[in-house]
């Protein structure tokens, strides 16, 4: 081999080693940036799990500088910074009469303490004159619940006449006195039993293994399944009517909500017991005469089920940007800026201890629609039309500088996956976010569809499961009635055991028109289903 061929050789090898070397440079590059993705990842679960719930933006410094890279946009911004500005949050004193007014509709009872006749002076022992009465303290004493064993007795009487020779009837007729039906029968179930344990478990997110043992302390052995089929069967035969006529009641509406979560259900046909199904929740929107929200169970989360639960409806609906909502007619569709906002929060990048690193991308975005909701706020107790006119003036110019700058960032390189992720939902789904400037009956995110399932979301962390398709259902049934009475300022407990008392004595099968008088926001419940709290002091 000559020299020449050698050299040549030595060459070779060297730019293969150069490619190779370069080759690994961008893998590794790759990596860092994988690794880095997932770090930030990891740190915004973290930060999910341990950090504040809310979804406040809080105030930072320089953070007028995050609009710095684009001078025109800057500059808009700061005009309508200038013409939406929130007074700041000062806490106020404590106003006089607050004890007195949260203590009003209580019960009362004087406990009090008098000196003996034969007491006398203790500085000089001569005989005490009384000459008056003070209150020391006012105090809140609690009684706990009581349970009574209640037995039923009849009476019976027999005709005088009848079974007497001459008369019409010849046998002799028993008559008995007219008494209620049971709302389970054969069974120590009653109406006020029953709602206690539904109330337990659907507003106050006990399950049935923790009321077992409450109900145990109390005297009385209540096993959970012994629970869960009552609650079952009192929904199935007395809730189920009501139930159905609050849907059909919100398909009547013209703005809803519209969201799903998950739901375990053990024993599902064609499923296994971890698999996910779904719990579907519409809720009506805050404009309309009626405050109602319904949970529907389904075993999956196909399209053709929000087709079904909206069947008849023809208005506005506010939902996220789930599919599923496309195919439904006579819709039309208003997507939640929230939704749009958590993406921008998660793509914000964090340092070790899970604060924010200042300057981002993502709190630029965040910055554009935290604007929105400050003109939300600022317009909230308008008449619908003059909302939406201070929409289309103020909200406008906003939203035309947040897709002037989605355009501008997109168009940047970046390592961001989650920035990424952020800039194309905006862009996809752009129409549907800007449909709330049309109607100023619409609202700009989800939040009150959001609020109504978080009592759901919360309780399933204790209950888990459930068991069967029809505890499923129940749940359905029972967390609709307790959110219904909620949204109409009801006392759940009460309403609960006046439907499981009236419902089982009326004719509903034969006249439905009864079952009006039983909907949440019926002007017929009686007093005792209504909250009669007035506070104003007390919830400032």
Not at 14 to 23: I, M, S
Not at 112 to 140: A, N, Q, W
Not at 186 to 214: C, N, W
Not at 304 to 309: D, P, T
Request: hydrophobic letters at 35%; a neutral charge.
């Amino acid at each position: 081999m000559t020299g020449q061929e050698e050299l040549q050789m030595l060459r070779t090898l060297v730019k293969k080693q150069k490619e190779e070397l370069a080759a690994k440079d961008e893998i590794i590059a790759k990596q860092n940036i994988r690794i880095e993705n997932m770090v930030q990842a990891l740190l915004q679960a973290r930060k999910k799990l341990f950090g504040p719930s809310t979804e406040t933006t809080k105030k930072l410094d320089g953070q007028v500088s995050l609009f710095e890279s684009t001078e025109a946009l800057a500059k808009e911004l700061f005009n309508e910074q200038q013409k939406i500005t929130v007074p700041s949050h000062t806490r106020k004193a404590r106003q006089p009469g607050v004890r007195q007014e949260m203590l009003a509709g209580l019960p009362k009872e004087i406990e009090e303490y008098i000196i003996p006749d034969d007491e006398v002076c203790s500085k000089c022992g001569e005989d005490l004159m009384i000459i008056g009465k003070r209150i020391v303290r006012t105090e809140v004493t609690y009684e706990p619940a009581k349970l009574k064993v209640k037995q039923i007795v009849q009476q019976i009487a027999k005709c005088t006449q009848c079974g007497k020779e001459g008369s019409e009837n010849p046998k002799d007729h028993f008559q008995k006195a007219a008494i209620p039906v049971p709302v389970l029968s054969h069974s120590i179930a009653t109406p006020s039993l029953v709602a206690q344990v539904m109330y337990q478990k659907f507003a106050m997110g006990m399950p049935f293994a923790r009321q077992e043992k409450d109900w145990y302390r109390l005297g009385l052995i209540l096993s959970r399944s012994n629970m869960a089929n009552w609650t079952n069967r009192c929904s199935e035969e007395w809730l189920t009517p009501v139930y159905e006529r609050i849907h059909a009641e919100l398909l009547s509406c013209e703005v809803l909500h519209m969201d799903e979560t998950r739901i375990q259900c053990n024993r599902e046909d064609g499923k296994k017991a971890s698999s996910d199904s779904y719990m579907w929740v519409i809720r009506s929107g805050a404009c309309e005469h009626i405050q109602a929200v319904l949970f529907h169970y389904s075993s999956s989360r196909k399209r053709e089920i929000a087709r079904e639960l909206l069947s008849g409806f023809h208005g506005y609906l506010t939902t996220d940007a789930y599919t599923g909502y496309d195919k439904v007619e006579n819709i039309r569709r208003n997507l939640c800026w929230s939704h749009c906002r958590r993406y921008y929060i998660d793509s914000i990048p964090l340092t070790s201890n899970g604060k924010e690193i200042p300057g981002s991308k993502g709190a630029e975005g965040r910055a554009f629609i935290d604007l929105l909701f400050k003109v939300e706020n600022e317009i909230k107790d308008l008449p619908y039309e003059e909302i939406r006119e201070k929409r289309q003036e103020r909200s406008r110019p906003i939203l035309d500088a947040f897709w002037s700058w989605v355009d501008e960032t997109a168009a940047i390189p970046t390592t961001n996956e989650k920035l990424t992720a952020a800039l194309n939902y905006s862009k996809n789904q752009k129409k549907h976010l800007e449909t709330f400037l049309e109607d100023g009956r619409l609202p700009i995110s989800n939040n009150l569809c959001e609020a109504s399932i978080r009592p759901f979301a919360t309780g399933r962390r204790a209950w888990l499961f459930a068991d069967s398709q029809k505890g499923a259902t129940a749940n359905a049934v029972l967390y609709t009635l307790v959110e219904s009475a909620r949204a109409n300022e009801l006392d759940v407990y009460e309403y609960l055991n006046y439907l499981l008392t009236e419902i089982p004595n009326s004719d509903y099968l034969q006249q439905p028109e009864v079952l009006e008088k039983y909907l949440p926001w019926s002007f017929d419940l009686p007093d005792r289903c209504r909250l009669s709290h007035n506070y104003k002091k007390c919830l400032k």
